[in-house]
């Protein structure tokens, strides 16, 4: 399975961006995908997790900010991510739990910064 994130990127304080992660190989189901991100000198945290059709559950630092969704048909994961705080800079990675075994993404690197 390979995980293709991309939508990083340099964005004010209070902007937006839209990441994207898409899956492809043999044999897996995107049932079960996440969103971390890794700070400089932090341990990989996770931001945003989506099972099923539509269960999510978020960061309490990301709550009522970043919204996780996936596209089944094309076997594609999101974060939006509104309201950016310079905090929330980071690489972000996309994670596929396909049953024992789980699989990253590259990573894409997002800054807020003014």
């Known amino acids: 399975v390979q995980l293709q994130a991309s939508g990083g990127g340099l964005v004010e304080p209070g902007g937006s961006l839209r990441l994207s992660c898409a899956a492809s190989?043999?044999?897996?189901?995107?049932?079960?995908m996440s969103w971390y991100r890794q700070a400089p000198g932090n341990q990989r945290e996770m931001v945003a997790r989506?099972?099923?059709?539509?269960?999510?559950d978020y960061a309490d630092s990301v709550k009522g900010r970043f919204t996780i969704s996936k596209d089944i048909r094309k076997n594609t994961l999101y974060l939006q991510m509104n309201n950016l705080k310079p905090e929330d800079t980071a690489v972000y990675y996309c994670?596929?739990?396909?049953?024992?075994?789980?699989?990253w993404g590259q990573g894409t690197q997002v800054t807020v910064s003014s």
């Open positions: 190989g043999r044999s897996f189901s995107i049932n079960d």
């Open positions: 989506i099972t099923g059709r539509t269960f999510t």
């Open positions: 994670r596929l739990n396909n049953g024992p075994l789980a699989y």
